[in-house]
């Protein structure tokens, strides 16, 4: 899961990522907007329980790993893998 604000520049960096993450390993991640959304802000601290209280927030429920601010491609698949 990602959690972005709409106006965040790091969170549209992170995006690109993402998009070719589905593109390359067939991966998609469920996106929610939290600077608009209160629900979708509501789950967000139910996932980041004070690990992250910024955007983008990428939550990996499988394994429970997380990602927070600005991370590059490679650490973003192998985040999207559950490889360390």
Same mark, same amino acid.
Request: aromatic content about 12%; overall charge neutral.
């Given at each position: 899961?990602?959690? *972005?604000? $709409?106006?965040?520049?790091?969170?549209?960096?992170? &995006? #690109? /990522?993402?998009?070719?993450?589905? &593109? @390359?390993?067939?991966? &998609?991640?469920?996106?929610? &907007?939290?600077? /608009?959304?209160?629900? !979708?802000?509501?789950?967000?601290?139910? *996932?980041? #329980?004070?690990?992250?209280?910024?955007?983008?927030?990428?939550? !990996? #429920?499988? !394994? @429970?790993?997380?990602?927070?601010?600005?991370? +590059?491609? +490679?650490?973003?698949? #192998?985040? $999207?893998?559950?490889?360390?």
């Amino acid at each position: 899961m990602e959690f *972005y604000g $709409a106006e965040c520049p790091t969170c549209k960096e992170i &995006e #690109k /990522h993402l998009q070719r993450l589905q &593109e @390359e390993e067939g991966i &998609e991640v469920t996106r929610f &907007e939290v600077w /608009h959304n209160a629900i !979708n802000q509501s789950i967000m601290m139910k *996932y980041a #329980k004070s690990r992250c209280m910024g955007v983008p927030f990428l939550f !990996n #429920k499988k !394994n @429970e790993s997380f990602l927070c601010g600005l991370n +590059d491609y +490679d650490a973003i698949k #192998k985040w $999207a893998k559950g490889e360390k």
